[in-house]
């Protein structure tokens, strides 16, 4: 199926690896142009490189720190320069540290805070006067399973993560009449590092091996499998194009069918 991303400048946050590299991926599959970035200057060159290599498309790499708003606004600039225009944003960050609430400081949720929200409030800010003159675009953030089942050991990420969700839902009704259209994207139980810390602070929890809670993990997934970073990567492809012109204020979960949620 063609999307219709080609030559659309993509923008993908936490883009190195993972699933920000997955829905970059996918979208430099269907011919669109990439900005991407994350902390590491080296790991996100080579993430473009790689892009350009593989896919034929043109693609940078920029260091940005999801926490530092100067950070976020100078990716946005640079992008503006090398292409001139964004067509789509997708919202991405590190998840804040595992763990339960005696184990948290005032420290460690502004941190969450500052990583998970103000990133996302920042990046969506950044994008918005360029997609509002061409009264188009479309913004994707990456949040968790969590705002809809709470995972017992990250107690962080389930509080600021629902706060995205709010942010985007409210954003879906401002921004429609500009011809900007703004979604969730939930990863279930995606064979990335994230997921990997996450059987390792489960194990701990447990008292169980890793190997045992990424089994367990595994198969508590209908497929009986984690997902891949391509698999979520083509949904998150499929949320920023025109394919899904009419979807909006919208939460989409590839998880495989884990969530026993009815909405």
Not at 191 to 213: H, Y
Request: aromatic share 6%.
């Amino acid at each position: 199926m063609d999307l219709g991303l080609k030559n659309k400048v993509i923008m993908v946050a936490a883009a190195s690896r993972g699933l920000g590299l997955g829905i970059a991926r996918a979208a430099a599959a269907d011919g669109a142009l990439l900005s991407i970035a994350s902390r590491t200057r080296d790991d996100i060159e080579q993430a473009a490189a790689d892009l350009r290599a593989d896919f034929g498309v043109k693609a940078i790499g920029c260091v940005m720190n999801a926490s530092d708003p100067l950070s976020i606004a100078t990716w946005t600039r640079s992008t503006l320069v090398e292409f001139g225009r964004i067509d789509g944003l997708v919202v991405n960050a590190g998840g804040p540290p595992s763990g339960k609430f005696d184990d948290f400081e005032d420290s460690d949720w502004e941190d969450a805070f500052q990583l998970t929200l103000m990133s996302a409030v920042r990046m969506i800010r950044n994008v918005l006067p360029t997609m509002q003159t061409q009264k188009s675009g479309s913004i994707v953030t990456i949040t968790s399973s969590s705002i809809k089942e709470p995972i017992d050991v990250l107690l962080l990420s389930n509080v600021l993560r629902s706060g995205v969700v709010s942010l985007v839902k409210s954003l879906s009704f401002d921004l429609a009449a500009d011809g900007i259209r703004i979604n969730n994207l939930v990863p279930g139980s995606i064979d990335t590092d994230r997921i990997r810390q996450v059987d390792e602070a489960r194990a701990a929890n447990l008292g169980v091996s890793p190997e045992k809670a990424r089994a367990d993990g595994q198969a508590s997934t209908p497929p009986g499998r984690y997902g891949t970073t391509d698999e979520f990567g083509r949904a998150g492809a499929f949320l920023l194009s025109d394919a899904a012109s009419y979807i909006n204020g919208a939460t989409l979960f590839v998880d495989g069918g884990k969530s026993r949620t009815v909405w």
